[in-house]
């Protein structure tokens, strides 16, 4: 196994020289650094992660607090791909990832029980009930704490612009002649309370509103459900013309529940999902939807976390904002030519 005095031997430097290299301390040259580094992949040194914990006090580990509440838990297409995105920045900068639970060889802990087990840097928390009394406790404790897709004043939190992208999607369905348009929305939180506001402030705008029959609660990714609400929905007496789903898992299953039911969609019904995932691009027609950037998302949230991590003094607690982007597809029907509003 390759050590520091190796390198040191290789590049004709001292031991203490490699070691601020790897480091990345500001009391050497670029010069040095760079060829420290240089000689260390090529010859294929990896630090000892003991050694280095004992020495930074610090153990190169993120905990991630992730409990879906469909408990599909990674195969979530939209957070398995923040997930992704987050591992993937952690492990450029050095740190692995440990998911956090309350369970340790069946005993139960809190989470900040376990994270403390662990010796965990911090964590990032997703797709939680963020009301739960372990998940407060994690949030009031000193450890750095980065959150996705909920606010905390005193905490970092990375969201998606919710609000927007519910805005786009509405004004793109209004653009294309529809008056009469449903959203199924998710359960109650932060993100859909976000969505659900924008909506109903959209139609507002435009002198439209949708009633408590043209909004139906749904959890999100249950696509029995949605369809189920599809079929409650068009058995209105004034059915609408465009129905929005909370998420494009859902809105499979009001897809195929049209189509088995011979509604030609985009043109006899429109609908319209949310987040962007692969498989809406194979259907046919593709699938109009806000396409979430959950690159982004996960990178950023692992960048701020190791920033609150080595830079707590000069790390900004703060809310960033990313946005989505509309897919058209061809899912929305355009009545602006028909009279059918």
């Known amino acids: 196994m390759v050590s520091v005095k190796d390198i040191a031997r290789e590049c004709n430097v001292s031991i203490a020289t490699v070691s601020k290299a790897l480091n990345n301390y500001g009391d050497i040259g670029e010069t040095t650094r760079e060829k420290v580094k240089e000689c260390a992949e090529r010859l294929g040194y990896f630090p000892n992660s003991s050694a280095r914990a004992l020495k930074t006090k610090r153990s190169y580990n993120l905990g991630v607090l992730f409990k879906e509440e469909a408990n599909s838990g990674l195969t979530h297409d939209f957070f398995s791909h923040v997930l992704e995105s987050l591992r993937e920045t952690a492990e450029e900068n050095g740190y692995d990832i440990t998911f956090t639970s309350q369970y340790i060889a069946r005993r139960k802990m809190t989470y900040l029980e376990h994270c403390v087990y662990r010796g965990l840097d911090g964590v990032v928390i997703a797709c939680v009930d963020f009301s739960a009394p372990a998940v407060q406790e994690l949030i009031q404790s000193d450890l750095p704490v980065v959150t996705i897709d909920h606010v905390f004043d005193s905490r970092i939190a990375v969201v998606s612009d919710n609000v927007h992208g519910m805005r786009d999607l509405a004004e793109y369905v209004i653009s294309r002649g529809h008056k009469k348009i449903a959203y199924i929305h998710g359960l109650d939180s932060s993100v859909t309370r976000a969505r659900v506001a924008s909506f109903h402030h959209t139609l507002a705008e435009h002198g439209l509103s949708a009633g408590e029959e043209y909004t139906p609660e749904c959890?999100?990714?249950?696509?029995?459900?949605?369809?189920?609400?599809?079929?409650?929905?068009?058995?209105?007496?004034?059915?609408?013309?465009?129905?929005?789903?909370?998420?494009?898992?859902?809105?499979?299953?009001?897809?195929?529940?049209?189509?088995?039911?011979?509604?030609?969609?985009?043109?006899?019904?429109?609908?319209?999902?949310?987040?962007?995932?692969?498989?809406?691009?194979?259907?046919?027609?593709?699938?109009?939807?806000?396409?979430?950037?959950?690159?982004?998302?996960?990178?950023?949230?692992?960048?701020?976390?190791?920033?609150?991590?080595?830079?707590?003094?000069?790390?900004?607690?703060?809310?960033?904002?990313?946005?989505?982007?509309?897919?058209?597809?061809?899912?929305?029907?355009?009545?602006?030519?028909?009279?059918?509003?």
């Open 219 to 341: 959890p999100y990714r249950d696509y029995r459900l949605a369809a189920k609400l599809t079929e409650d929905l068009l058995a209105l007496k004034e059915p609408p013309t465009c129905i929005l789903y909370p998420d494009d898992y859902s809105c499979f299953g009001g897809y195929n529940d049209l189509v088995r039911r011979g509604y030609r969609i985009g043109q006899d019904i429109s609908i319209a999902g949310y987040d962007g995932i692969e498989l809406t691009g194979l259907l046919n027609p593709q699938l109009t939807t806000i396409h979430q950037d959950t690159d982004s998302i996960g990178s950023i949230a692992a960048r701020k976390l190791i920033s609150l991590i080595e830079e707590p003094k000069t790390t900004i607690i703060d809310k960033i904002v990313v946005p989505g982007a509309l897919v058209e597809g061809g899912t929305v029907a355009d009545l602006t030519g028909t009279g059918k509003q």
